[in-house]
């Protein structure tokens, strides 16, 4: 297939570039700096975007199949997070003008605001509350996507995230916030970042999750 990637250059983004290129895919990756992306294959083309702006994507996203973002955006203590909600209005409208309508997201466990009640005391009350601004603007993307008509997204919701790359793990899913425990075992509340990309790369060959939200992990 043909597929445009956004966030490219970031630590999942270059999992993703580089199992999609292993899969014989045709790769587009979009970024802000082309330097940082140090993989070369002639199936892949690197081309330099402004991520906020409809206008500098809408011609990278000619002809491809589909649309495939790992962006991601610091946590603010000072001001709310932005990125995720304005960069998916850009890539959506950018996408319309294309005529491209398939779309594979990431975001995380926990971004509606009560979904982190089940979860350990260290999580709810320590880590969550350090990232709830980027869980906050991540949640407002979800939901505006949920109102677009004409774009047949998937939101892929991870755990937290190690520097890894893909195993033959089989993965756990479930559409919702989290994986919920099974059989009395917790689930996994960190995953690799190549498992993360391999997952996304499933999603290319099936329509189990057109237009949801499904947080994973492995077993």
Known sequence: MKIAVLGATGQTGQFLVKQALEQGHVVTAVVRNPAKLAVHNDNL?????????????????????????????????????????????????????????????????????????????????????????????????????????????????????????ATAQEFLTHEGYFVPESSGQPPRSAVGRGDVARFMLSLLNSNAWVKKGVAITTK
């Open 45 to 165: 083309k690197v081309v330099k975007a402004d991520i906020f702006t409809a206008d500098s994507l809408k011609d990278h996203f000619k002809d491809q199949d589909v649309v495939m973002s790992c962006l991601g955006f610091p946590a603010s203590f000072f001001s709310g997070v932005t990125g995720y909600t304005m960069s998916m209005a850009a890539v959506v409208g950018a996408m319309q003008e294309a005529r491209v309508s398939r779309l594979i997201t990431m975001t995380s466990w926990y971004t509606e605001p009560n979904s982190g009640t089940q979860s350990s005391y260290l999580i709810r009350f320590l880590l969550l509350p350090m990232i709830r601004s980027v869980l906050n603007n991540m949640y407002e993307m979800e939901q505006s996507l949920a109102k677009t008509q004409d774009i047949n997204w998937t939101v892929v919701r991870p755990p937290g995230l190690k520097n890894l790359p």
